[in-house]
């Protein structure tokens, strides 16, 4: 061990010098520092003066930042005031702001979706297909908007949710929408089944 002044990281020498030159392994002790109890942060030094400013500097950001401090509810990101969130209680006021915010994009539309339905209408109650999601990213498409969507692959014999038919019917819609489906049978990867859309 060598002298360290920072409490809480050690400074070890190894016993064999790695590319010519000795390492030094600066290590977070502390476990709430840690990515987890079961875990250290091991950082190779090649002077005992970057080992002393590693160790410095990790504590200090550790001690000043909030993602390391259990916040309220035990959960590790702190509360932000004036952001721009908003919370929904139920889908219709959802559904409806992603109506207003799909009709102010100009450039893009990103949308990945579990089960899309192209024929669900997100304002209600309907008396026309303004509101439909296939007449509104149509309706984006024919002013140049690039409308990108990318759906859950399903294997058919477990779930109903033809993502095909989903598929077909926006990508012949108009040119500028693009589908993909991601993953099928036979795969071992996982695609989020939440909805993300990002408009720009």
């Known amino acids: 061990m060598v002298d360290n002044p920072v409490p809480?990281?050690?400074?070890?020498?190894?016993a064999e010098r790695?590319?010519?030159?000795?390492?030094?392994y600066v290590t977070t002790s502390s476990p709430?520092?840690?990515?987890?109890?079961?875990?250290s942060l091991v950082i190779k030094c090649c002077s005992y003066r970057q080992t002393h400013w590693w160790s410095h500097e990790i504590n200090r950001l550790s001690d000043s930042s909030d993602f390391l401090k259990v916040q309220r509810f035990e959960g590790f990101a702190p509360p932000r005031e004036d952001t721009l969130t908003k919370w929904f209680v139920?889908?219709?006021?959802?559904?409806?702001?992603?109506?207003?915010?799909?009709?102010?994009?100009?450039e893009e539309i990103?949308?990945?979706?579990?089960?899309?339905?192209?024929?669900?209408?997100?304002?209600?109650?309907?008396?026309?297909?303004?509101?439909?999601?296939?007449?509104?990213?149509k309706r984006k498409a024919e002013q140049g908007v690039q409308v990108c969507v990318m759906l859950y692959k399903e294997v058919e014999m477990a779930l109903g949710i033809n993502s095909e038919h989903s598929k077909k019917t926006l990508m012949n819609m108009h040119p500028n929408i693009k589908v993909m489906r991601h993953y099928g049978p036979g795969s071992t990867q996982n695609l989020s089944s939440y909805l993300k859309i990002t408009k720009t």
């Open 18 to 24: 790695m590319f010519g030159s000795p390492r030094l």
């Open 8 to 14: 809480n990281a050690t400074c070890e020498k190894p």
């Open 32 to 39: 709430r520092r840690a990515v987890s109890p079961l875990k």
């Open 90 to 106: 139920n889908g219709s006021g959802f559904f409806s702001d992603l109506a207003d915010a799909l009709e102010q994009a100009k």
């Open 110 to 137: 990103f949308i990945t979706d579990w089960w899309l339905s192209p024929e669900v209408f997100l304002k209600r109650p309907a008396t026309d297909n303004f509101w439909r999601l296939d007449e509104i990213l």
